[in-house]
């Protein structure tokens, strides 16, 4: 997950992969000028200090979210504040522990839809 702090908000871009809600990366992209602090991350009543934590979503059980960083310099002084509120969409993937093979899965989805369809079972 990648919070941007930008105009005293937070701005939660879209991961390039689906990630765990158990064990969730927290990275930031700061605001110009604003890299030298270090965010401290609120949710709730839990705290987490750091450019890179990891949060575990599970435990909130909420379906909204209030996010609150601060950035603090080299003394604990509060530079800057960032709030925001989001929706938590619990959602989760089907599969083994093992390799699924998504190609081979498809080819055999697809097959299985033909075979329907010159049954007329499916429309």
Known sequence: MILQLKNE??????????????????????????????????IGQDT???SNV???????????????????????????????????YRTFSLGTRENIDVYKALIEAQEQIKLLEERGEVI
Request: glycine content about 4%.
């Open 9 to 42: 908000n937070i701005i939660i871009k879209k991961p390039y992969v689906p990630e765990d809600i158990v064990n969730t990366k927290v990275s930031y992209i700061f605001e110009l000028g604003t890299n030298q602090y270090r965010p401290i991350l609120y």
């Open 48 to 50: 987490y200090s750091g």
């Open 54 to 88: 990891i949060v575990n979503f599970d435990k909130y059980k909420d379906e909204t979210l209030k996010l609150r960083v601060e950035l603090v310099d080299n003394v604990d002084r509060v530079m800057r504040i960032y709030e925001g509120s989001f929706i938590l």
